[in-house]
């Protein structure tokens, strides 16, 4: 069983930055592939960034290549989402995820509550 919560969001003006961090409880350290996704009103969820066991490997959507960048730190249990220049389109609440499948994943476990982010114009 692995718990995730989320914090580090909030409301930021556009091309502003924030930066979302996942803390991993229920194991002894974090052994899975991390994924970001994020659902606006009314809308699916989409995948937003993915990270490998290691950190060595990551995977963005088109429309955050460039902006956000993931990372992940095994000895801290934790999984962050640097965000930089914010659009409204990111407006969204953003969720973190363990999947146990392999490089890349296509699977994912668990799943945080999830943390509010909106970009105002």
């Known amino acids: 069983q692995v718990q995730l919560a989320e914090s580090g969001g909030g409301l930021v003006q556009a091309g502003g930055s924030l930066r979302l961090s996942c803390a991993a409880t229920?194991?002894?350290?974090?052994?899975?592939?991390m994924g970001w996704f994020r659902q606006a009103p009314g809308k699916e969820r989409e995948f937003v960034a993915a990270?490998?066991?290691?950190?060595?490997?990551?995977s963005y959507a088109n429309s955050v290549k460039g902006r956000f960048t993931i990372s992940r730190d095994n000895a801290k249990n934790t999984v962050r989402l640097q965000m930089n220049a914010l659009k409204p389109e990111d407006t969204a609440v953003y969720y973190c995820?363990?999947?146990?499948?392999?490089?890349?994943?296509?699977?994912?476990?668990?799943w945080g509550q999830g943390t509010q982010v909106t970009v105002s114009s």
């Open positions: 229920g194991r002894t350290s974090i052994s899975l592939p």
């Open positions: 995820a363990a999947a146990s499948s392999n490089w890349p994943p296509s699977t994912y476990d668990y």
């Open positions: 990270v490998s066991r290691l950190g060595g490997r990551t």
